[in-house]
Each structure stands twice: as C-alpha cells, then as structure tokens.
C-alpha cells in the first residue's frame, strides 16, 4: 500500500546533540511537510517542500533544518535538541502544489531529549 | 484568538450515540478538513470539503461558508472512535491552520 512512512517511531537523544528523523513516501507526492506537535496541542507546521523548493515558517527556529534529496525522502535535523524540541514529530505529504489538498500523515516520530 | 475554535474540548458518551463536534473559523479559507488522531498515533485525514456536505460510513461532515462553520457527525458511535478529532482549514496555499482539537471517549 502507498504510503508515508517516518523513522524511527521513538528517538531518544541528549541535549545538545544532532539528531535526524527521516520520512519517506511512495505516495509521489510533490509536498512533503513536517510537523511538531507537543502534548496535548495543535500540530504546528515547521517547513515544507514543493519539489526541491524549500519553505520555512517564519517562527520554525534555525535550530531545524530539513533536507530533501529525492522526492520518496525528506529528512528533519536538529542541530542542537533542547528539551523544549520534546516532541511528537509528524510527516506529511499532499500531491497538489498551489491547492488545498488532502494531506497525508506518517504515524510520527515522538522524540524524547533527556 | 485562534483563526479555528473547536467544540467542545472534550466529550464522553456512551456507545451508540450521536456525536456532533464543531468547527468555527475567522478567515475565508479554500478548504476544511476534518482529521482523526489515535493516541499515540499519527494522523488520518477524514474529509476535505469545500461546500456542502460528505459521508463516509458513519462519520458525516458539514460545511457552511457563509457562516463559516462546520459539523462533523458519527452515528452509532463505537469505543473504536474515540480519538482526537482536530478541524483544519486551508487559507488559499496548501498550509493548513489547526483547531485544538476535540477529545472523543466513547464508554461501552
């Protein structure tokens, strides 16, 4: 079955150190987005891509970064994890660029920084 | 205040209930959405409408542009259903805005 699929499920990392989520699709989706959801709130957009462009929410901090080598994967860095970056990190993908359009979700990442 | 309200916040009700939970919002939008969260899960989108309404099963969703409002319904409710229920809207691009969310317990 198409899909979007996020690794790993569960990531535990110390503070201060680099830690990378991967996603991939076999959906051949033009968007891929990624998500941050922290307990108990509404999932809040950090980037997307159409293609290979690259688009940063004006508020995502620059300690993420996302990179995005092929349409199937997209890839979220955090460069430097504070506690506060304890989250539930969520993977989407929609087909139409420049139009509402259904999105569909990974099962997430939820990242624990100790 | 936030562009979505959702409610209520929270619902409990017994199996084979109607459920209604709401959906208001501020801004002309291109699309809502209705989506489903298991806890601990990822997300499931239910419905994308524009106007009017959708079924699918027994989930039923509503749209009024012009009160900017919508309804998302379950029939026969089941303990299988209870989720978080979030609203969503598009605003033109493909970003979407989020409600906070409605948790559903359905008792046996």
């Known amino acids: 079955d198409a899909m979007v699929i996020q690794n790993p499920r569960y990531q535990v990392t110390q503070f201060g150190k680099p830690v990378t989520l991967s996603c991939s699709q076999t959906?051949?989706?033009?968007?891929m987005y990624w998500y941050q959801q922290k307990s108990s709130q509404a999932p809040k957009l950090l980037f997307h891509?159409?293609?290979?462009?690259?688009?940063n929410e004006a508020d995502t901090p620059d300690n993420f970064q996302s990179r995005r080598p092929n349409t199937s994967f997209c890839f979220l860095d955090i460069r430097s994890p504070g506690l506060g970056d304890a989250a539930m990190y969520l993977c989407?993908?929609?087909?139409?660029?420049?139009?509402?359009?259904?999105?569909?979700f990974g099962p997430g990442t939820r990242l624990t920084v100790l | 205040k936030n562009e979505v309200e959702q409610s209520p916040q929270n619902l409990t009700a017994q199996e084979g209930e109607f459920i209604t939970i709401n959906c208001s919002y501020s801004?002309?939008?291109?699309?809502l959405h209705w989506l489903q969260q298991h806890p601990g899960g990822g997300i499931v989108s239910l419905f994308m409408?524009?106007?009017g309404k959708k079924k699918h099963g027994r989930l039923i969703a509503t749209i009024n542009i012009q009160e900017k409002h919508s309804s998302l319904h379950i029939t026969a409710s089941h303990p299988r259903d209870s989720a978080v229920y979030i609203c969503?809207?598009?605003?033109?691009?493909?970003?979407?805005?989020f409600g906070q969310g409605t948790r559903l317990t359905i008792n046996p």
């Open positions: 989407a993908t929609s087909k139409q660029p420049r139009s509402a359009d259904t999105q569909y």
């Open positions: 891509y159409y293609d290979k462009d690259f688009n």
């Open positions: 959906l051949n989706h033009n968007v």
């Open positions: 801004v002309g939008i291109s699309a």
């Open positions: 409408l524009s106007s």
């Open positions: 969503a809207i598009n605003q033109g691009a493909q970003k979407l805005v």
